[in-house]
């Protein structure tokens, strides 16, 4: 690699160019690994809230940022239940846990293991099978199959391999769920490779020492063809495969990125069970072991991917590809059909003999349009347009994401007593951290405690309203003061809700000022983490401001608005208008119900039609006709022009009750109309109509 020719210098800046400008570039990779794995201590952190011992991780494309728009990798989740204890040592096994002993002998593939299942209450084998998940070998051990994970039907979910995935689910990147026991020692396979000791070459010493001390996972697929294929068990190293992947710079990158469309635009479509992109991964990960450090930069990168793509042809000629970290495991073994092998190895000679003019072939992400602007000349996209368009929606799917765990989070309060509610609060903001908890971990959790202090004060307001305590009223007011700044607008509205329940209208009146006066129109995106919908990003100073910031968690109160949600428990602080939405449900609705819907059996509405409607009825209170007006009209105008409310059904019910309160009936029944045409089912404008009707025949 040392001789490289000028055009080749040339072609790779060129190409560098292009991957900057659709978004592989050092901001973007830093901005989507922080949202990646603040969603992951998300995910854990509500688990273990909820009493469930068990660890998310998301691994994959979208967290190593090895992806594009238009590659649309999915999201893989592992879940690692910490109940379950798999050792490779007697000494190992704990009082407590489900426990089983690692088996790799020579009868087992490698790359994968057999558990025994060893009893509960001493470190001894279990003897007796147990159920159709088990299996006596010819030895007289007690085996578990790796069918143990197979689901029950659900319309959304899919069995492949050891993976449980979501599809066909409106709004939401498909995602692997696979659900894994942890390993805390390391497989002794992998022994040889944790025990190098390497100065200057990569991996680093530094790198396998971390390595050495990140758990592994067994999971529950067996190797395709084995005797044994419904007993083994995958050994997963993806946590160590993360740290080397965090640990790739920006040309590593793209040259994967490079043969993950070369893959797509060549091999995939005729041949799309041959070469993976985890195949591509391992490659990689030896070229660089291979290769000095300073040989991957940006005007090498053609000679990188070639290098890389040269030894993926030989790997393909041999049938051979080690695994990066368990050496014995062949990745290509069985992989290759006799009439595919040929034509695979020309699409790959032709790529690289092509000295990069196959690269114009690519469409994906328009990577042949812009490269051959670039080699013209022309500049062939804006900087940071693509990046920007990026960096706008992440935002917006971080937020999504917490709003999504506070809706979870509610939902196990919803049927409960006040007092029973506060109690859970209490606990969770109680919950002591691990050890092992990271700054994005600690981060995480005060995110949660903030949504939380707020609803625990909204529910002891509600309990005073009702009780007329002003002691607790006061408590109630401190603890809300804790969650008032989520958001632009939600936790404030609540506060605002509470004290116009209580009958405080100068104080009320005050906030919703303050917060109109927060919410600019031109950057604040409404965002609902409710249920899954089209969402549009069409706020431009709300998209660059998301690409300019480096501290996304900052963002939250300044430029986004969650919708604002009240439990039933908070009934006494949230406006008789709204209260209809914690009812919105007949029996016959209920059959229509998705187990994500939860949320239905709570008031929610979003911020900004709520903050108009809580103006309108307090300067109704005030006598302050003009202003009333003014806010009436802003409901209506924000209901008609803005893309992105997730309950727009709701803010159509309010506006009806309002046109009641004005006596026009026809602009009544026409929003409550409007409003079922959004949502036959679950939802209370029916209650509106059939109210409105009783008092007309009434009259």
């Keep these: 690699m040392s001789r490289i020719p000028d055009y080749a210098h040339n072609l790779s800046l060129k190409m560098s160019q292009v991957m900057d400008g659709i978004g592989v570039n050092e901001k973007i990779v830093m901005k989507k690994r922080r949202s990646m794995l603040l969603k992951e201590s998300l995910y854990t952190l509500t688990d273990q809230l909820l009493g469930k011992d068990r660890n998310v991780f998301i691994f994959g494309s979208q967290i190593e940022v090895t992806t594009t728009l238009g590659l649309q990798s999915d999201e893989d989740c592992l879940i690692s239940l910490n109940k379950y204890n798999v050792i490779q040592d007697w000494s190992e096994w704990e009082y407590g846990k489900h426990n089983f002993l690692m088996i790799q002998d020579e009868n087992v593939s490698p790359g994968y293991c057999l558990l025994q299942i060893l009893r509960d209450d001493a470190p001894l084998p279990l003897v007796v099978e147990t159920d159709d998940n088990t299996y006596r070998d010819r030895m007289g051990r007690i085996l578990l199959k790796n069918t143990f994970f197979n689901v029950g039907p659900n319309v959304y979910v899919v069995r492949h391999g050891p993976a449980h995935t979501n599809h066909a689910v409106s709004g939401v990147r498909d995602a692997d769920f696979v659900p894994a026991f942890p390993c805390q020692l390391r497989p002794v396979q992998a022994r040889h490779w944790l025990n190098q000791q390497r100065e200057e070459h990569w991996p680093t010493k530094d790198m396998i020492q971390y390595c050495k001390n990140k758990e592994c996972f067994v999971v529950g697929v067996g190797k395709t063809g084995s005797v044994n294929e419904i007993l083994e068990w995958r050994i997963s190293t993806s946590l160590p495969e993360r740290c080397l992947m965090f640990n790739l710079n920006i040309t590593q990158i ?100 092509s000295d990069g003019r196959a690269l114009l072939e690519i469409k994906c992400d328009n990577i042949d349009k812009y490269l051959q602007s670039s080699l013209n000349g022309v500049v062939p996209i804006h900087p940071h347009f693509i990046p920007t368009l990026i960096a706008g929606p992440l935002l917006k799917d971080t937020v999504r994401d917490i709003s999504s765990i506070f809706k979870f989070l509610l939902s196990e309060m ?24 990271t700054n994005i971990d600690r981060k995480t959790y005060r995110l949660i405690t903030r949504y939380l202090c707020n609803t625990l004060g909204s529910i002891l307001a509600s309990f005073n309203i009702y009780q007329q ?4 009223y006061k408590k109630a007011l401190s603890f809300m003061s804790l969650g008032l700044d989520t958001d632009v607008a939600s936790g404030k509205l609540k506060l605002a809700s509470v004290l116009y329940c209580a009958g405080d209208i100068q104080r ?51 430029i986004t608005a969650s919708c604002v949600r009240f439990i039933r428990c908070e009934i006494n602080c ?34 900004l039609p709520y903050l108009y409607f809580l103006q309108y009825k307090t300067y109704s209170r005030l006598g302050r006709q003009d202003d009333k007006q003014r806010a009436l009209s802003n409901i209506a105008r924000t209901i008609d022009v803005e893309p992105n409310l997730g309950h727009r059904e709701t803010a159509l019910n309010l506006l009806g009750q309002c046109m009641e309160e004005e006596y026009n009936v026809e602009n009544a029944f026409k929003y409550y109309a409007r409003s079922l045409q ?11 109509i059939c109210k409105l009707l009783n008092k007309l025949i009434n009259n």
């Design 254 to 353: 793209r040259c994967y990125v490079f043969m993950k469309m070369i893959l797509k635009t060549f091999i995939t479509q005729r041949f799309p069970d041959s070469i993976s992109s985890f195949m591509c991964k391992t490659v990689l990960f030896h070229c660089i072991s291979y290769t000095r450090s300073d040989t991957w930069k940006e005007n090498t990168l053609l000679t990188c991917l070639s290098f890389c793509l040269s030894t993926l042809y030989s790997c393909v000629q041999n049938e051979y590809c080690p695994h990066f970290f368990i050496t014995q495991n062949n990745l290509m073994s069985g992989r290759f059909s006799p009439e595919s092998k040929p034509l695979i190895l020309d699409t790959l000679r032709y790529v690289i003999e």
């Design 414 to 437: 919803n049927d409960l007593s006040p007092r029973l509610a506060m109690q859970k609060l209490l606990t969770f903001m109680s919950y002591h951290h691990n050890e092992n908890y």
């Design 469 to 472: 305590d002003h002691l607790t």
């Design 508 to 558: 009320t009146e005050f906030i919703l000022k303050h917060i109109e006066e927060c919410y600019d129109l031109s950057v604040v995106e409404p965002i609902c983490g409710c249920y899954s919908f089209n969402n549009y990003s069409r706020r431009d100073k709300f998209t660059g401001l998301c690409y300019e910031s480096n501290e996304e968690c900052r963002l939250f109160k300044h």
């Design 574 to 607: 949230c406006p008789l208008e709204l209260q209809h939405e914690m009812f919105r449900s007949t029996q016959e609705d209920l059959a229509y119900r998705g187990e994500l819907d939860n949320w239905m059996d709570m008031a929610v509405v979003d911020s």
């Design 678 to 688: 959004i949502r036959r089912r679950n939802n209370s404008a029916k209650v509106h």
